[in-house]
């Protein structure tokens, strides 16, 4: 059985299932964001402080790297509710470097 067989026959048993974007990325073993990467991103906008909260914010929505968490930011924001400055930073940062990629 070739590889793309099996991963076409897991993607058809989560459409059948109707199984949630989370519930999907768990069947398929899709880990959540990088922490380390996460970190180093969050040290540069002086938000450290966040990251089990945005960890937690990442996996609850599926995302799985610093980019799409970058797309974003706006809702992490809001629901982070972070401080008027800290969600200036966030809001007004630059699209981070590296991997790329949304979940969904």
């Known amino acids: 059985v070739e590889l793309e067989e099996v991963i076409e026959s897991l993607d058809d048993l989560i459409s059948d299932l109707g199984l949630s974007d ?3 990325r768990y069947l398929k073993g899709v880990k ?3 922490a380390a990467e996460l970190e180093a991103w969050l040290a540069t906008l002086k ?3 966040h990251l089990e909260r945005m960890k ?3 996996d609850a929505q599926g995302i ?3 980019t799409a968490l970058w797309d ?3 809702q992490a924001a ?3 509710q972070l401080k008027k400055l800290e969600a200036k930073r966030l809001l007004s940062s630059s699209a981070p470097e590296g991997n790329s990629g949304s979940a969904g």
């Open 56 to 58: 937690q914010f990442c």
């Open 72 to 74: 974003a930011r706006k």
């Open 78 to 80: 809001a629901e982070l």
């Open 64 to 66: 799985t790297t610093v």
């Open 32 to 34: 959540g964001i990088d």
């Open 22 to 24: 989370a519930e999907a």
């Open 47 to 49: 938000l450290a402080q």
